[in-house]
């Protein structure tokens, strides 16, 4: 039987989403000319004022915001309400220059809470669930959002957090967890553990897992539903548009469900900004409808997935997006946190090396490596083995420091890594996603 929720939002007419669009676009268009400069001066810089907004049909018109925006207006600069009207904020997982900062007033809170109790009741959950909530908890909005839709749907919850996995296994255990939150890297990790202590999928209670944050194939959604016994559903969401819970896999597991009453997705070609057919392939933008103080409008997310709006088999009427295929830019999320390779090359060149480097990414057991290859400049060149390896080690200590994320390092011989005519291909990713 399929649980929902919010049903008559969730199983509404098309008609009916589209008037709720149409209504609350027009207002929070108002909202940002009204309390947003920095977004209202785009909109003057394009001639449109919010009378030309109308309906969701008018959304073409209206001037994107990209990550560069966000960097430029950051910390205060796209907030809509006073300060004293915010009550907490979030933040992405890089570490350096300026990270993305998303507002919350305590609607918005409640809103996107909702959003992922939608989720969990999508993948089964009930009042009578207890929910291990594994995501990181603090900036990261995994632990937050899961935690707060888990308690309105009136779970259990237990708000694990990520890591130390052996006591993840034991509250699974002991305190019999039917539904599991996390990134799908590590949900892999817990169940390689659990046969490791001789546990199999009959000796937990696990029912359904939540996972996302990361991009993941088929093949491992398959092998965690086996080694764990469950059901694993994709869950998608970004920082900026709230947390997870933006998007949600339901029963047929066949594309994730936007919750068009609170954002409005279209598909852009990257390369010229032409919002593209259904069934198209290019970049998700979203436009937030009901925000308060963080509205976005026509985001560019920089992911790739195609949107069907066929009928699904789950009752669910909102759109659904393909799991994102990759990323328009050069961000790489391992194990669930974001990477530039500037951040590493910063390092790198901090440390007294040259920009000669490549990145290997690949995936190992479920669970996702990180090898930085970086080629000792002629002065530093050595054959002693010991000075070697307090180098890499000092560079795997900076590595950490800088991307909070443990990569392995080898020094190799100067000229060693190939030279590029053109643009330096830096990062390997031999992910088969
Ligand atoms: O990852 C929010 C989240 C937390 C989603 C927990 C799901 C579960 P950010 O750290 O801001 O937010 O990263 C957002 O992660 O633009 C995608 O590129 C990627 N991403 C998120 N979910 C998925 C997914 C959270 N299910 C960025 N599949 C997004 C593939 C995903 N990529």
């Given at each position: 039987?399929?649980?929902?929720?919010?049903?008559?939002?969730?199983?509404?007419?098309?008609?009916?989403?589209?008037?709720?669009?149409?209504?609350?676009?027009?207002?929070q268009?108002?909202?940002?000319?009204?309390?947003?400069?920095?977004?209202?001066?785009?909109?003057?810089?394009k001639?449109?004022t919010?009378e030309?907004?109308?309906?969701?049909?008018?959304?073409?018109?209206?001037p994107?915001?990209?990550?560069?925006?966000l960097?430029?207006a950051?910390?205060?600069?796209?907030?809509?309400v006073?300060?004293?009207d915010?009550?907490?904020?979030?933040?992405?997982s890089?570490?350096?220059?300026?990270?993305?900062v998303?507002f919350y007033?305590?609607?918005?809170i409640?809103?996107?809470?909702?959003?992922?109790?939608?989720?969990?009741?999508?993948?089964?959950?009930?009042n009578?669930?207890?929910?291990?909530?594994s995501?990181?908890?603090?900036?990261?909005?995994g632990?937050?959002?899961?935690?707060g839709?888990?308690?309105?749907?009136?779970?259990?919850?237990?708000?694990?957090?990520?890591?130390?996995?052996?006591?993840?296994?034991?509250f699974?255990?002991?305190?019999?967890?039917?539904?599991?939150?996390?990134?799908?890297?590590?949900?892999?990790?817990?169940?390689?553990?659990?046969?490791?202590?001789?546990?199999?999928?009959?000796d937990?209670?696990?029912?359904a897992?939540?996972?996302?944050?990361?991009?993941?194939?088929?093949?491992?959604r398959?092998?965690?539903e086996?080694?764990?016994?469950?059901?694993?559903?994709?869950?998608?969401?970004?920082?900026e548009?709230s947390?997870?819970?933006?998007?949600?896999?339901?029963?047929?597991?066949?594309?994730m469900?936007?919750?068009?009453d609170?954002?409005?997705a279209e598909?852009?070609?990257?390369?010229?900004?032409?919002?593209?057919?259904?069934?198209?392939?290019?970049e998700?933008?979203?436009?937030?409808?009901?925000k308060?103080?963080f509205?976005?409008?026509?985001y560019?997310?920089?992911?790739?997935?195609?949107?069907?709006?066929?009928?699904?088999?789950?009752?669910?009427?909102?759109?659904?997006?393909?799991?994102?295929?990759?990323?328009?830019?050069?961000?790489?999320?391992?194990?669930?946190?974001?990477?530039?390779?500037?951040?590493?090359?910063?390092?790198?060149?901090?440390?007294?090396?040259?920009?000669?480097?490549?990145?290997?990414?690949?995936?190992v057991?479920?669970?996702?490596?990180?090898?930085?290859?970086?080629?000792?400049?002629?002065?530093?060149?050595?054959?002693?083995?010991?000075?070697?390896?307090?180098?890499?080690?000092?560079?795997?200590?900076?590595?950490?420091a800088?991307?909070?994320?443990?990569?392995?390092?080898?020094?190799?011989?100067p000229?060693?890594?190939?030279?590029?005519?053109?643009?330096?291909?830096?990062?390997?990713?031999?992910?088969?996603?």
């Amino acid at each position: 039987m399929e649980r929902y929720f919010q049903e008559d939002i969730e199983c509404a007419s098309r008609e009916k989403i589209k008037a709720i669009q149409d209504e609350r676009l027009v207002n929070q268009v108002r909202h940002v000319w009204e309390n947003v400069p920095y977004y209202r001066k785009k909109m003057e810089e394009k001639g449109i004022t919010p009378e030309d907004i109308k309906s969701s049909d008018d959304l073409y018109k209206l001037p994107f915001l990209s990550k560069a925006d966000l960097r430029e207006a950051y910390p205060y600069g796209l907030v809509g309400v006073p300060l004293k009207d915010c009550v907490r904020i979030q933040s992405t997982s890089g570490t350096t220059g300026k990270r993305v900062v998303a507002f919350y007033t305590q609607k918005d809170i409640d809103l996107w809470e909702e959003c992922c109790a939608r989720a969990i009741m999508a993948a089964g959950g009930t009042n009578e669930d207890v929910c291990q909530v594994s995501y990181g908890y603090g900036l990261f909005t995994g632990g937050p959002g899961l935690n707060g839709g888990s308690h309105k749907v009136g779970c259990l919850t237990i708000p694990t957090s990520s890591g130390n996995t052996d006591r993840q296994i034991m509250f699974i255990m002991d305190l019999q967890a039917t539904i599991l939150c996390c990134t799908p890297s590590y949900a892999a990790y817990i169940g390689e553990r659990m046969k490791e202590l001789g546990y199999g999928p009959d000796d937990i209670p696990l029912k359904a897992g939540i996972f996302g944050a990361e991009a993941w194939s088929e093949e491992m959604r398959c092998d965690i539903e086996n080694t764990l016994g469950i059901k694993a559903y994709d869950i998608y969401g970004l920082t900026e548009l709230s947390g997870p819970g933006v998007s949600f896999e339901c029963s047929a597991q066949a594309g994730m469900h936007i919750n068009e009453d609170h954002f409005i997705a279209e598909i852009i070609d990257p390369d010229t900004g032409e919002v593209l057919p259904e069934g198209t392939q290019g970049e998700l933008v979203f436009t937030s409808v009901d925000k308060e103080a963080f509205p976005l409008i026509r985001y560019r997310t920089r992911d790739i997935c195609t949107l069907t709006r066929e009928k699904c088999s789950c009752g669910r009427t909102h759109v659904r997006m393909t799991k994102p295929k990759g990323r328009t830019d050069d961000m790489l999320i391992i194990r669930g946190v974001n990477v530039f390779p500037s951040q590493i090359e910063t390092v790198l060149l901090n440390h007294g090396y040259a920009a000669n480097y490549q990145i290997i990414v690949d995936r190992v057991n479920n669970t996702d490596t990180l090898d930085v290859q970086v080629e000792m400049t002629p002065e530093m060149f050595t054959d002693n083995i010991g000075e070697i390896e307090t180098r890499q080690k000092e560079l795997v200590d900076g590595l950490k420091a800088m991307l909070g994320l443990k990569a392995k390092v080898s020094l190799v011989a100067p000229k060693s890594i190939t030279r590029s005519e053109g643009k330096a291909v830096r990062v390997i990713d031999k992910r088969k996603i």
